[in-house]
T-cell receptor, first 111, second 114 residues
Framework: EDQVTQSPEALRLQEGESSSLNCSYT??????LFWYRQDPGKGPEFLFT???AGEEKEKERLKATLTKKESFLHITAPKPEDSATYLC????????????FGRGTSLIVHP | KAGVTQTPRYLIKTRGQQVTLSCSPI?????VSWYQQTPGQGLQFLFE???????NKGNFPGRFSGRQFSNSRSEMNVSTLELGDSALYLC?????????????FGPGTRLTVT
């Protein structure tokens, strides 16, 4: 069974204080790993797709990296508007292609 | 392109009633998936439709059903509502038949069962 574990569950940062969110996964074969951002009461917003170990993608203050067992979402010099829940999901090769989501990391950035 | 739209945005129902939620995917997207999101369980997959056919189904009771129309719009129905069905119901669409294609989510329908 595919599993996704995100840590920490919650993270509080001061504005400008860089940090990383972790997504550990267990999957028979990885087809793709996705990062989403979700604001309260809204649907998840797609951020990145990573396909293979060693791959990196960046968007503004966010950088996602991937290894064979985990992915990191690095947040550089965060701003209060980066406050949100960040979700990770994996899609296994073969089978039904249904993504498995982690429980998310709730990030709060204080000004 | 317009994003995924869901109606209604908020709904309050009583136990035992039934409810129908609607989702319009991004233009050109043929796959529509439905998820239930609760604080306790996170995002749980309900079902996926592709070209009017249910392609995948999650572990939910038969009270949860769905369908997709020829224009790719989708509806999900929950019959005999229970208190535990209170949740944010999310619809997501994607372009392409196979993985890995990222999904684009709608704003959700907040269902409260009293």
């Amino acid at each position: 069974e595919d599993q996704v574990t995100q840590s920490p569950e919650a993270l509080r940062l001061q504005e400008g204080e860089s940090s990383s969110l972790n997504c550990s996964y267990t999957v028979s074969g990885l087809r793709g790993l996705f990062w989403y951002r979700q604001d309260p009461g809204k649907g998840p917003e797609f951020l990145f797709t990573l396909y293979s170990a060693g791959e990196e993608k960046e968007k503004e203050r966010l950088k996602a990296t991937l290894t064979k067992k985990e992915s990191f979402l690095h947040i550089t010099a965060p701003k209060p508007e980066d406050s949100a829940t960040y979700l990770c999901a994996v899609q296994a090769s073969g089978g039904s292609y249904i993504p498995t989501f982690g429980r998310g990391t709730s990030l709060i950035v204080h000004p | 392109k317009a994003g995924v739209t869901q109606t209604p945005r908020y709904l309050i129902k009583t136990r035992g009633q039934q409810v129908t939620l609607s989702c319009s995917p991004i233009s050109g997207h043929r796959s529509v998936s439905w998820y239930q999101q609760t604080p306790g369980q996170g995002l749980q997959f309900l079902f996926e439709y592709f070209s009017e056919t249910q392609r995948n189904k999650g572990n939910f009771p038969g009270r949860f059903s769905g369908r997709q129309f020829s224009n790719s719009r989708s509806e999900m129905n929950v019959s005999t509502l229970e208190l535990g069905d209170s949740a944010l119901y999310l619809c997501a669409s994607k372009d392409g038949e196979q993985a890995p294609y990222e999904q684009y989510f709608g704003p959700g329908t907040r269902l409260t069962v009293t």
